[in-house]
């Protein structure tokens, strides 16, 4: 049976879906596109940077959606093809038109264009491998966390639901309510799958190692969020994960998908490893507040290649 990683438990039995989604044709390039271009993306998610706990997806509506949950942002380390490929995130494939911008050319879209969603996912990955490589991953210091071009597929799993398959080394990104790569916090937890990937071959395999996992998806969601988007806005709790995302099937507010500050111990868990996880993502949550953020994940991450035999039985 394939071994995935799934942003949440289903709420129904989805099974897998089949792998497909060839590239589209590519038109014909004048000449090579900059290494950056301008862009707009959710900073992390609307929720978190407006406030607005009222807001819902009205199926991917632009009319009337609040101008400054788009922020203008400069996306880097481009291959020059003029898609949304570079050296730590590859679009691989998508539904609707490929994003793509000739010499000179940007990404300015709104959520109503599917190629927004190419952006939000380039953008970031992008910025999440940016971090642990200014934390000194890589560097010669630390050793290097998943850097790699990672590969995407956006809105090409037909479900409310995301994962990370380490088989294949891609990220797959659902759709259904709000689609999960319009929040950035759902790109990078799973992105945080594919770090624990790259550090120990096959992470995951038992219920506390899968436990760890969602909490450290979660986690890295959170700390990437809070790095460079800066705090949420005015009574949006900063340990909410996924606020957006979760308009669609939480009724209560805040709107989060999980935590990763509720006083839960071993005591309270269910064998479930999302549930669960919410008590790793607590002891993370506490140890960036005692050191900081950047010796907080420098010790979290670099800590996480040690997790190895004890965990995958």
Known sequence: MLRTRTSRLATSSLGLAALTGALLAQPAVAGPAP?????????????QSTGDQSLT????????????AYVPVTLTDLDGSGYLVGRWANVLSETGKRAYAGPGGGYVYDRSD????????????????KYLQGLGFGSGELRAVNKESQDLRINQWGADNSYSWDKHDVIRLGKGGVD??????????????????????????????????????DYLAVTVGLVV???????????????????SYTSTVPHCLRRIDRD??????RNQVHFD???????????RGKLGPRTADRIIVNAQFDLGAALLK
């Open 277 to 287: 996880g919410q008590i790793w993502s607590r002891a993370l949550w506490d140890i």
């Open 57 to 68: 997806d009205e199926k991917d509506s632009a009319p009337g959606f609040p101008a400054k």
């Open 114 to 129: 599917d190629r927004f969603e190419q952006v939000m996912a380039y953008y970031w990955v992008t910025e999440a491998q």
């Open 180 to 217: 999960d790569a319009e929040d950035g916090e759902v790109i990078v937890h799973e992105y945080g799958h594919a770090v624990h990937d790259s550090q120990v071959a096959g992470f995951g395999s038992s219920l506390d190692a899968g436990a760890i996992g969602e909490a450290f998806g």
């Open 35 to 47: 290494s950056t271009a301008s862009a707009r993306v959710f900073f992390i998610n609307p929720v």
């Open 264 to 269: 839960l111990t071993v005591a309270d868990r």
């Open 229 to 247: 988007a800066g705090t949420p806005a005015s009574g949006v709790p900063a340990a909410c994960v996924a606020d957006w995302d979760a308009v």
